[in-house]
């Protein structure tokens, strides 16, 4: 499985219970927000930055993703 991440704005952590598609997202860079996510598989597509946005501002409403990738 490739690891999915987004790319946002400000500094974060957040927790989310079963069933989000994202269960736990923290920030893993100074330059930048990076959030990692982990949530169960196949329940999100990291594609889509819309739906991605949506998710994550379920558990971080002020946070604005900028970039979606794998790696």
Sequence with gaps: MANQYALAQGNCCGFGPYPNPIAIVYTDD???TIIVGFGPDGALDI???VTVELEV???L???RVKQVFLT
Excluded: A, N, S, V
């Design 30 to 32: 100074r330059e930048c």
């Design 47 to 49: 594609r889509d930055i």
């Design 57 to 59: 501002k379920r558990l």
């Design 61 to 63: 409403p002020d946070c």
